[in-house]
Nanobody, 127 residues
Framework: QVQLVESGGGLVQAGGSLRLSCAAS????????MGWFRQAPGKEREFVAV????????YYTDSVKGRFTISRDNAKNTVYLQMNSLKPEDTAVYYC????????????????????WGQGTQVTVSS
């Protein structure tokens, strides 16, 4: 089972930026798509972004398109989420997760396809 550890969260004013990191254990990190999800107080966990195993394809939820960028460095076993132009509604605990399908080359992802999760990092955006 891969271990995922998120970092980089914090308190930022609206319009500011943060970069989240997710470090993974193990030697197969580069074989799996990685995703970022978030959960705000009293709300369901929601999808934010996904990057495929090569890093050549990414997808974002509409509310973060143009503001967030997901990337990965397979040599460092790390996936990132660069968050710019942050809004108070981005306040949530952010989680990274690893997809269960090795070398998956498609573009169809569901939350249930992510089997390993980190502990989360809190992002708070003040107005």
């Amino acid at each position: 089972q891969v271990q995922l550890v998120e970092s980089g969260g914090g308190l930022v004013q609206a319009g500011g930026s943060l970069r989240l990191s997710c470090a993974a254990s193990g030697r197969t990190f580069g074989s799996y798509a990685m995703g970022w999800f978030r959960q705000a107080p009293g709300k369901e966990r929601e999808f934010v972004a996904v990057i495929n195993w090569t890093g050549g394809w990414t997808y974002y939820t509409d509310s973060v398109k143009g503001r967030f960028t997901i990337s990965r460095d397979n040599a460092k076993n790390t996936v990132y989420l660069q968050m710019n132009s942050l809004k108070p509604e981005d306040t949530a605990v952010y989680y990274c997760a690893q997809n269960t399908r090795r070398f998956y080359g498609g573009t169809n992802y569901a939350t249930a396809d992510f089997g390993s999760w980190g502990q989360g990092t809190q992002v708070t955006v003040s107005s």
